[in-house]
């Protein structure tokens, strides 16, 4: 019988789970190089912490978590001697936002950010500001599973909050560029500014609909521009409101020519001068930084409310896939929480997206399987003493290696040393124990070199896995 995980979930194999790691300690490695410290946060957030956060369609996709023990009796009004109660009345007027108060208070969490500013919020004296964190653990979303998209993955985050300085931006996109060399990926890293999209809804008279308009216009790559269109009328959006923002989202050229175009289009608008100097100051420093393909793009959007000032994107540019990584400025986010005025910035991996790209072209090292260095062929409890011995030996020199646990035939043993890719087996039987020698076997050549006890740990130790 197969028991089947969850749709939108997957167990990993120890060959996947090398290749994750592999991922994982690249972008580890670049955060630690900017000084970015780790945190973690639980799994299980209050939703009252997480609803209204992420907008309508967001909220839509939290995982809530039923109450433990009796939640039905807590929902009763005690006054129906039929038995009906609060909840009855919930199912049968379809109001699911109700009952959900009424029978969940806690939700798994959509992603890491909000629980990050929440996390602020409640250690704002144990942490120094600007304060630089990376954070790398699971999020869930119920989402439809499709290709790219799941319904838990991890997210790889790393902000910087505290400081509203642009640098933090140049600093972020510097690390993407860093990541993406490393794993030998080629990409294009989409730039904006959510001040801009605010200035488009005030430059057509709808300032209290740029909620509409930044949900419609960040589905632009993924259902095209008639269909966008379609979405803001339904949303009464007047044709006159249409043809104002369709010319605005089909401006070409170079990142300067976008940017000239725009400043001529928002001329006057305090709010989207404001978006475009922030926006060229960010991408005059990438250039000066050698940051290359980054594009600006006025149709970015990204659909998650609390972002202020700078968006990002990052999409592979040899795979058909959605975002790899994302993030962008929050001004207010921690202001939820009751701390005001603690401008924040940050960029997330999405580590399964880039797990996809990196299989679909074969940019994993050949290597990255190999594990355990040398394999000790078991011949009984005599010869273990030995081996036991000298595993201790070159496990102190870093060199991986493990004993077979059975004294099976050897035949049975190489091929579990060819299974794992073990590189070299150790052969000690009597003989070996009296001369105090190792026979080491090369398992890709099928070489077989006697070594003395000293000759043998000097010549693995150089081996290291």
């Not at 900017?34 to 939703?47: D, K, R, V």
């Not at 653990?137 to 119920?142: E, L, N, S, T, Y």
């Not at 488009?200 to 993924?222: E, M, R």
């Not at 990196?358 to 009984?380: A, H, K, M, R, Y």
Request: charged share 30%; aromatic share 8%.
């Amino acid at each position: 019988m197969e028991y089947k995980v969850v749709k939108g979930t997957r167990d990993f194999l120890p060959l996947q789970m090398q290749k994750r790691n592999y991922i994982f300690n690249t972008i580890i490695e670049v955060y630690k190089r900017h000084g970015f410290l780790p945190i973690e946060t639980p799994a299980l957030e209050n939703l009252s912490t997480l609803m209204g956060k992420y907008g309508e369609e967001g909220d839509k996709l939290l995982f809530k978590v039923l109450n433990s023990g009796d939640f039905t009796s807590l929902a009763t009004t005690g006054n129906n001697p039929n038995g009906n109660d609060v909840l009855c009345d919930c199912v049968k007027n379809n109001d699911y936002k109700k009952m959900t108060t009424m029978i969940c208070e806690k939700g798994l969490r959509y992603d890491l950010t909000v629980p990050f500013a929440r996390f602020v919020v409640n250690h704002l004296n144990d942490i120094s500001f600007p304060f630089k964190r990376y954070q790398i653990q699971p999020v869930w979303r119920a989402d439809r599973p499709q290709k790219g998209r799941y319904r838990e993955f991890y997210q790889c985050d790393a902000d910087i909050i505290g400081s509203d300085s642009l640098m933090n931006e140049v600093e972020l996109l510097e690390i993407i560029d860093e990541v993406f060399s490393s794993l030998k990926l080629n990409v294009n890293i989409k730039l904006n500014n959510r001040k801009i999209l605010a200035s488009i809804a005030q430059v057509i008279g709808k300032q209290d609909k740029i909620v509409d308009i930044t949900v419609a216009i960040d589905k632009l790559d993924k259902i095209g521009m008639d269909k966008v269109l379609e979405e803001l009328k339904e949303k009464d959006f007047s044709e006159q409101d249409v043809e104002k923002i369709k010319p605005i989202l089909m401006i070409k050229g170079t990142n300067e020519e976008k940017l000239s175009q725009l400043k001529t289009i928002l001329q006057g608008s305090a709010v989207g001068e404001k978006g475009l100097e922030e926006l060229s100051y960010v991408m005059d420093k990438a250039k000066k930084a050698e940051i290359k393909n980054i594009d600006f793009d006025i149709t970015l959007a990204r659909g998650l409310n609390y972002y202020t000032g700078a968006i990002l994107e990052v999409k592979a540019n040899d795979v058909q896939m959605g975002s790899i990584t994302g993030g962008g400025r929050y001004d207010n986010l921690t202001g939820i929480f009751g701390v005001k005025d603690l401008s924040g910035v940050g960029i997330s991996f999405g580590e399964d997206r880039i797990y996809d790209c990196l299989e679909e072209l074969n940019l994993f090292p050949q290597d990255i399987s190999t594990t355990t260095t040398l394999l000790f062929v078991n011949f009984g409890e005599k010869e273990n003493e030995m081996c036991l011995s000298l595993a201790k030996s070159l496990r102190k020199e870093n060199v991986s290696c493990e004993i077979y646990p059975d004294c099976s035939k050897i035949k049975k043993q190489m091929k579990y040393a060819n299974d794992k890719k073990i590189p070299f087996v150790a052969l000690i039987g009597e003989k070996e124990i009296e001369d105090k020698q190792v026979v080491i076997k090369n398992m890709t050549t099928g070489e077989q070199t006697t070594y003395n006890i000293d000759d043998a740990l000097s010549f693995l130790s150089d081996l290291k896995a």
